[in-house]
């Protein structure tokens, strides 16, 4: 089986600007979670998805934003970048949930410049 | 404030010698998983390990948990210079579709 996919692997960009990451999880997982990982904060949850509904989220501002199309693909977008959102940004599938095994991908690097 | 927090950060130990981190989390749980990643590249799964489970055994590694105490620890056994990475666990609170992620301990393992 493939693992899990995300694109792009890097990204630049300036504040203001918005982003789009994405993630193609394990064929047959239907979770998706995305985290945010910094050197100061750690890793940080920032949603899931399961079946295309968010199932729970975690405390970023509205500016972070997903979805979870029917084919379990998802994207996550990040409006009005600010500096502070530089970070690596991963996702993770699995084929409940957290109670299961998390896959990762290799994560997006993100730099706000 | 995060739900794990990992003891200690940093660990330095020479190849042969086992290495114990240990993991201490807040509320009640349905799982605690531990993960492993090398030089900021994605988290590999290590173990997972139920509320109503004690211990579990993967390889060289082996896993407690002790609710009563909200405690993990793990054990890497006959460490390698391969096992030199960021250790995390994550705790996956009842209910809540959500993992929580410790600090980490960065273990360093010397040839």
């Known amino acids: 089986k493939a693992g899990v996919t995300q694109t792009p692997r890097y990204l630049i960009k300036t504040r203001g600007q918005q982003v789009t990451l994405s993630c193609s999880p394990i064929?047959?997982?239907?979770?998706v979670s995305w985290y945010q990982q910094t050197p100061g904060q750690g890793l940080q949850f920032l949603f899931e998805?399961?079946?295309?509904?968010?199932?729970n989220k975690g405390n970023f501002p509205g500016r972070f934003s997903g979805r979870q199309f029917s084919n379990s693909r998802s994207e996550m977008n990040v409006s009005t970048l600010e500096l502070g959102d530089s970070a690596l940004y991963l996702c993770a599938s699995s084929f409940g949930g957290s109670y299961n095994e998390q896959f990762f991908g290799p994560g997006t690097r993100l730099t706000v410049l | 404030s995060q739900q794990g927090e990992e003891d200690p950060q940093a660990l330095s130990i020479q190849e042969g010698e086992n290495a114990t981190m240990n993991c201490s989390y807040k509320t009640s749980i349905n799982n605690l998983q531990w993960y492993r990643q090398n030089s900021g590249r994605g988290l590999v799964h290590l173990i997972l390990i139920r509320s109503n489970e004690r211990e579990k055994h993967s390889g060289r590694l082996r896993v407690t948990l002790d609710t009563s105490k909200k405690s993990s620890s793990l054990l890497i056994t006959a460490s390698r210079a391969a096992d030199t990475a960021s250790y995390f666990c994550a705790t996956d609170l009842e209910s809540s579709y959500k993992l929580i992620f410790g600090s980490g301990t960065r273990l360093l393992v010397r040839p």
């Open positions: 064929s047959g997982h239907r979770s």
């Open positions: 998805y399961f079946s295309e509904t968010q199932r």
